[in-house]
């Protein structure tokens, strides 16, 4: 049916099956729609929001699928710029998923706002010195490039490329495209930074606030080291679940191991970067504060130390340490196992910088506030998850996303889903 | 990347033959675009400048003509109507008791303005709803006392020589925001040539700034 | 034309906790006068509005030794790290929807400029910033008591204490007609200040030695040689700032003769507090 | 963000934060133009219908 928009010499699935792929899900995906013209018209007493937990849910979601997102901005500069020539296979990929990934982030900040009509203020009466503006001004430019180094992709399809200009301009764009990545990595070191800046600059919230180099607290080069070390995890991730969907190879191992081994490292450097930060604060900086560590894990129903030791130790040192040695690295389970802790890692990270700061009491007779998301937020943080499983899904249909997919699947026999 | 490029390779030699035919096609599809491009910007540009301001504003006319020129004649400055209170705010458009100061017995003059005037508020002792041309939104504080006794200015600084008119123009409201068109000023691309053509927060700025040396803090016009 | 009122003004707050009494006027003046708007079932107070919000502590003690005070907590009207007005507040809002005024030490809120983000909200350790969850709405006839000096919010952004800004513009209005320099210390007082029927709440300019204000705080000038972060300790032994150790510098100084209500104004680490509380401000020792 | 806005400033923070945000604004259309110009280019010379 859609066979001619299909790539030359790849095998899908028939078009009635992926139909209903998509009609699945995206039955979910206007579940997260009306919740988000509910948050728009109603406003945000729709969700359960208050005024101790001003940022809730969905900016821990707008944090994390940034963090994962920065796959992108990473594989491209190691790519484009350090000429890492493996990553070319997997490089469409992250692209998408930063797209993505960045796409849903803008969207969660648009519903996020209490007046999305005036969203535009923070460009046209923009606080220089808020690290918001900085998220705000990179995380639009950097969608910009993320866009400029998809549309190539897109003008692969084999119906499009037909037309000589989107041919030519394919072409054009992937001859400058290490200037768009290199513009992407500057913006993206930003943006990470200034999002772990928005805790860090908190002052009045020992347990967000951190010193640090100049203007930028530690927490800034945090966020940006994390979300290069945790960022190709995810990519990693979701490729191995559309080859499992699939139920084809479309990327090379050595590719895998490639990447794998870059984002080990990186873990395992932020890593240690965390563990003197955490050693630092909680020994320097809090009890200046009058603070103990024991005051921001105990006396409440939720945030033990347990929150730590998991994001530290088990979602930190140990997929670090998975992915730095060869042989655990080579395994595919172990392996596996290492970029799903990893993921969880960053994005529990997200959490405890966004959440657990604001349950977090500051004056001596203020207590916990603990706090449970309303459907409404629920739906609208799962509308990014459809959203990308659609997207993922038309593009691999219709696009060459994957360069290798058809020198690994030359003599398999087809036996393909959606 | 190299893959891309070994296709154009292969298409610039492959199809070289056929592209031929269509290079007349394109140069005139060029220039039916040239043309296409002029037409729609004279079509926006013109109704941008000449249609867009009447669908912005509404138009309504004052519930009758007032003759600034002969009140200034007959009663004095502007704040023999237009005064500041002892506790220094701002009276604004004088209420009717102010002009029964002088209207109170029989008409002054002979126009229809005072007729109506006469028959429906004062005989009824009803308040004239007047349109207030400079009535700024809501969350504006302005002081009149901060700017006249203290800072020395005239009213024709902001207000223009509206003591020297003799009809009251329309009023009109911008349809989206409910302002007063002199907020923004009757030249809709926002430029100006006198101190009194538009009243937006940046005029205030810019006069705070030249004569202040600050432009002001958020509370200072806004409250 | 020079504006008036070149001397930079320093409006604080002192309130006097062992005279509070909980009553609450404080916090019903300060909604009529700021038309705060309320909802129809305020059980849940986690997101309903109170700019000057009282709370209630106790000394955790059991009977017969129980004590309560009662601390009303406005805006802190922070100076920030330094004093020198980069407030926790305005150094994060991205829209310039709230900045510190250096002629007032007042911190501003524009309504129809914040677009909601909340970011300030997180950043104020007080609790002292609200956001507009719902429309507001009045009982009927109610839009009529209405202030015209103090603009209603709508749904969607924050808001908070302004010290009752509006009341100094009336006073500096009145000043200008009656052709004075400056006003004097009681033409501007705040809603909450006249309210309490305590008279607990002082409020003038902490740079005016002849404000009570300034008598009763007597701040310290000079950056405490502690943590050079915080300006404007008192010298005062009874008088102490809420959180003053993150270095916020706020405007709003308590007062109690009990030491367990000056220990409750901020976190102390084992043994600290007695190491700490003889110490107030750095000309003390001189 | 412009040099009009109420905002702006002649002041260090503005000039390197905006500076950066041009500046990489300026690449990111500099680019694409060039890139479309440059394929507009290619295919009025007409050397690439690319039927592969």
């Not at chain 1, 359960?48 to 994390?64: P, Q, S, T």
Request: charged letters at 20%; glycine letters at 8%; one cysteine or more.
């Amino acid at each position: 049916m859609d066979s001619a928009l299909i790539p030359e010499g790849a095998k899908r699935c028939s078009f009635p099956k992926f139909a209903i792929g998509i009609a699945i899900v995206g039955a979910v995906l206007l579940w997260g729609v009306y919740a988000m013209f509910l948050c728009w018209f109603k406003g945000l007493n729709q969700t359960n929001m208050n005024d101790y937990y001003g940022f809730a849910l969905w900016i821990w979601a707008d944090l994390a699928v940034i963090a994962v997102g920065g796959g992108a901005f990473f594989t491209g500069l190691l790519k484009y710029i350090f000429k890492v020539d493996e990553l070319k296979n997997i490089i469409n990929f992250a692209v998408i998923i930063g797209f993505i990934c960045y796409s849903s982030a803008l969207l969660i900040l648009a519903i996020d706002i209490g007046q999305p009509l005036r969203g535009w203020f923070i460009f046209w009466h923009a606080n220089v010195h808020s690290m918001l503006t900085e998220v705000a001004f990179c995380l639009s430019c950097y969608f910009a490039v993320l866009t400029i180094e998809f549309i190539p992709n897109i003008l692969e399809n084999r119906q499009v490329n037909r037309v000589p200009f989107f041919h030519h301009l394919a072409h054009n764009m992937h001859g400058v495209m290490a200037i768009f990545a290199a513009t992407g990595a500057f913006l993206s070191f930003f943006h990470q930074g200034s999002l772990g800046g928005v805790a860090g600059v908190m002052f009045g919230r020992p347990f967000a606030v951190r010193e640090g180099l100049l203007i930028w607290p530690w927490t800034f080069f945090l966020f940006t080291w994390s979300a290069a070390a945790f960022g190709p995890c995810f990519t990693l991730l979701v490729a191995k679940i559309t080859e499992t969907i699939t139920g084809k190879k479309l990327v090379k191992d050595n590719v895998v191991h490639l990447l794998a081994k870059i984002s080990g490292w990186m873990i395992t450097t932020y890593i240690i970067a965390k563990i003197i930060d955490t050693i630092y604060w909680a020994t320097v900086t809090i009890p200046s504060l009058g603070f103990k560590l024991s005051h921001f894990y105990t006396n409440n129903s939720f945030y033990g130390y347990w929150i730590l030791i998991t994001e530290v130790v088990l979602c930190g040192v140990v997929p670090g340490a998975l992915l730095i040695i060869k042989s655990t690295r080579e395994n595919p389970t172990l392996r596996l196992i290492a970029i799903v802790l990893g993921v969880i890692g960053v994005c529990l990270n997200r959490w405890v910088m966004v959440l657990q700061i604001m349950a977090v009491p500051v004056m001596s007779f203020d207590t916990w506030a603990l706090y449970i998301p309303s459907w409404q937020e629920i739906a609208t943080t799962i509308l990014p998850v459809a959203y990308g499983i659609i997207l993922i899904a038309i593009t691999y249909r219709y696009l060459p996303v994957f360069p290798q997919e058809q020198e690994l699947n030359s003599i398999e026999p087809a036996t393909e889903a959606e | 990347m190299s893959e891309i490029e070994n296709k154009t390779e292969n298409g610039s030699t492959e199809s070289a033959g056929e592209r031929t035919a269509g290079d007349t096609k394109d140069d005139k599809g060029l220039g039916l675009g040239v043309i296409f491009f002029i037409v729609a910007f004279v079509v926006c540009f013109l109704s941008g400048t000449l249609l867009f301001p009447k669908l912005l504003y509404s138009k309504r006319e004052q519930p009758f003509n007032f003759d600034h020129k002969l009140h200034v004649g007959e009663a004095g400055d502007c704040d023999s109507c237009h005064y500041l209170r002892e506790d220094g705010s701002f009276v604004g458009i004088p209420k009717l008791a102010t002009c029964l100061d002088c209207h109170s017995e029989e008409p002054m003059g002979e126009t229809e303005d005072e007729a109506i005037f006469a028959e429906e508020y004062v005989s009824k002792e009803k308040e004239v709803p007047w349109f207030i041309y400079s009535r700024q939104p809501d969350c504006v504080f302005f002081s009149h006392a901060a700017h006249t006794q203290s800072g020395g200015m005239d009213c024709v600084t902001c207000h223009g020589p509206i003591g020297e008119s003799t009809s009251s123009k329309p009023y009109q409201e911008n349809r989206i925001t409910g302002y007063s068109r002199d907020i923004w000023g009757e030249n809709i691309w926002g430029f100006k040539k006198n101190s009194w053509d538009r009243m937006k927060m940046d005029d205030c700025a810019e006069c705070h700034k030249q004569e202040t040396g600050h432009q002001g803090y958020c509370f200072q016009c806004h409250k | 034309m020079k504006q008036e009122n070149n001397k930079a003004h320093k409006f604080g707050m002192v309130i006097d906790l062992d005279k509070c009494t909980g009553c609450g006027s404080c916090m019903v003046s300060c909604m009529s006068e700021n038309n705060v708007p309320f909802k129809e079932d305020e059980s849940n107070k986690k997101d309903s509005i109170t700019w000057m919000r009282v709370y209630k502590i106790t000394n955790g003690k059991s009977f017969p030794d129980t004590e309560i005070v009662y601390l009303p907590r406005p805006c802190q009207h922070c100076g920030g790290k330094g004093d020198h007005g980069h407030s926790p507040c305005v150094s994060v809002c991205p829209a310039t929807a709230t900045d510190y005024g250096y002629d007032t030490g007042i911190v501003s809120q524009i309504y129809t400029r914040c677009f909601g983000c909340r970011y300030c909200m997180g950043a104020c350790p007080y609790h002292a910033r609200y956001f507009n969850w719902w429309d507001p709405k009045w009982p009927e006839g109610m839009e009529n008591y209405l202030s015209p000096n103090v603009s209603p919010r709508m749904r969607g952004v924050v808001e908070k204490c302004s010290f009752c800004y509006h009341r100094y513009q009336a006073a500096r209005d009145k000043a200008y007609v009656d052709g004075r320099d400056d006003i004097e210390e009681q033409e501007y007082q705040t809603a909450c200040t006249t309210a309490c029927p305590a008279g607990a709440i002082v409020f003038g300019d902490l740079n005016n030695p002849a404000h009570a204000v300034h008598q009763i705080v007597k701040p310290d000038p000079h950056p405490d040689p502690r943590n050079k972060h915080i300006v404007g300790k008192s010298r005062n032994p009874n008088v102490f700032r809420l959180l003053e150790r993150l270095g916020t510098n706020p405007k709003v100084y308590y007062l109690s003769e009990r030491e367990w209500v000056r220990k409750a104004g901020d976190n102390y680490l084992e043994g600290e507090w007695d190491e700490i509380k003889n110490h107030h401000g750095s000309s003390s020792h001189d | 963000m412009f040099p009009f806005n109420f905002e702006w400033a002649w002041d260090i923070a503005h000039v390197v934060f905006f500076g950066g945000f041009w500046y990489a604004i300026g690449i990111l259309g500099a680019g694409m133009t060039f890139c479309i110009l440059k394929a507009a280019y290619d295919t009025m010379k007409g050397n690439g219908a690319s039927d592969h």
